[in-house]
């Protein structure tokens, strides 16, 4: 038996009747909507201002009813109305990062997930202690610039592959760097990246066994070619910016990929791996979550990045994936979360995945 995450309290508003599943118009919606109505939970789109009019065009994934806020920060003030109408919010990559992770933390309304893994992967610094822990490779950190020798990339805090990532070939090539806020500098890993979705469910007894339930490989997104494909924006940088353009790592898309199957071992010792050190530091990461990383042409794998609610490029295997349809046809990663949320309620065990 998995611990409890929530208290009485923050359960009572969903006990004893049908729970209806809640996200925000956007990210992986569509997504989270279509896998909670497939299950038979009803569904309440949070909008800011009038419906979004995309809905329209996907019957089978447009929520059963909206309730619109001025601004994404007023979310906390229709707390109470959520609550009165049974709701729990399924979070994605998006949800917290509108919100803010201090009014997210504090929201009183049940949430999908554990609350408390935001203080570990808001924090790049405690994400790194956090998977150092838990005895996973990740690219190699420099505190300080004589240190580095070889390609690096900067990355401030919050940019979220924004406007203020660059990379530097050399440690001559960080001259001029005047850092404008807080940031890291990281070895810059030259391979192939990989977006792998998991999904750990605490209430599972059967399938790949970590901690007290179960972790499952539901999907897999991007593709390059190690080592080139990677080494090219090195040059690429340089003539951007002879053009006068800043390079970013803005997301416009996501392309689907799997993995050689003689890789997957070490995929699920890694994911396996960040969900054990989870329970000891903060009780458990419930649900889904994505391990981001580099696999070398010497085929380790560095991990740069764990987001840990359910990422956009699941939206990519919405009626299932090459490894989600090895564990149930038509698995959308939005449908295991309604799966998981009516196992919860079935057995009485809603304390353990939602907080
Ligand atoms: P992040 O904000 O950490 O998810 O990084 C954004 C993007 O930067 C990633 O999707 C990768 O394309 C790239 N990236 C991040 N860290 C590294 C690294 N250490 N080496 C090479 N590329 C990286």
């Given amino acids: 038996m998995a611990v409890a995450i929530a208290s009485e309290s923050r359960l009572s508003s969903v006990q004893g009747r049908r729970p209806s599943l809640a996200t925000l118009c956007s990210h992986s919606s569509l997504q989270i909507f279509h896998g909670a109505r497939t299950e038979g939970f009803s569904t309440l789109g949070l909008c800011v201002g009038a419906p979004p009019r995309f809905y329209d065009a996907f019957p089978l994934a447009r929520p059963d009813r909206f309730l619109s806020v001025p601004t994404v920060r007023e979310l906390p003030s229709v707390a109470a109305q959520l609550r009165s109408e049974g709701a729990i919010i399924v979070p994605h990559g998006s949800f917290v990062e509108y919100v803010g992770p201090q009014a997210f933390s504090e929201l009183d309304v049940p949430v999908f997930g554990n609350r408390?893994?935001?203080?570990?992967?808001?924090?790049?610094?405690?994400?790194?202690?956090?998977?150092?822990?838990?005895?996973?490779?990740?690219?190699?950190?420099?505190?300080?610039?004589?240190?580095?020798?070889?390609?690096?990339?900067?990355?401030?805090?919050?940019?979220?592959?924004?406007?203020?990532?660059?990379?530097?070939?050399n440690r001559e090539a960080l001259a001029d760097?005047?850092?404008?806020?807080?940031?890291?500098?990281?070895?810059?890993?030259?391979?192939?990246?990989?977006?792998?979705?998991?999904?750990?469910?605490?209430?599972?007894?059967?399938?790949?066994r970590v901690g007290h339930g179960?972790?499952?490989l539901l999907g897999?997104?991007?593709?390059?070619?190690?080592?080139?494909?990677?080494?090219?924006?090195?040059?690429?940088?340089?003539e951007l910016l002879k053009a006068g353009i800043?390079?970013?790592f803005v997301v416009t898309g996501n392309v689907p990929v799997v993995l050689r199957e003689s890789l997957l071992p070490k995929a699920f010792d890694v994911a396996g791996r960040i969900v054990e050190q989870s329970i000891d530091l903060f009780g458990g990461m419930v649900g889904p979550f994505c391990v981001e990383g580099i696999m070398t042409e010497e085929l380790e794998f560095k991990v740069f990045e764990i987001s840990t609610r359910i990422v956009a490029g699941t939206n990519l295997f919405i009626s299932g994936s090459p490894y989600s349809d090895l564990v149930a046809p038509g698995l959308s990663t939005g449908r295991r979360i309604a799966q998981e949320i009516r196992r919860g309620e079935a057995e009485g065990r809603l304390a353990e995945i939602l907080s």
């Avoid at 807080?182 to 990989?194: A, D, M, N, S």
């Fill in 116 to 169: 408390a893994v935001l203080g570990w992967e808001s924090d790049r610094r405690k994400e790194r202690e956090w998977l150092d822990r838990a005895g996973v490779p990740m690219p190699a950190a420099y505190e300080d610039l004589a240190d580095v020798d070889g390609p690096v990339i900067v990355k401030y805090y919050g940019a979220k592959g924004g406007k203020g990532f660059f990379l530097a070939k």
């Fill in 177 to 208: 760097f005047r850092p404008t806020g807080p940031y890291v500098i990281q070895e810059y890993v030259l391979g192939t990246r990989y977006y792998m979705h998991f999904f750990y469910s605490p209430l599972s007894d059967r399938g790949y």
């Fill in 214 to 216: 179960s972790l499952e």
């Fill in 220 to 238: 897999m997104d991007r593709r390059d070619e190690a080592n080139i494909d990677e080494l090219y924006k090195l040059g690429a940088q340089e």
């Fill in 246 to 248: 800043r390079p970013t």
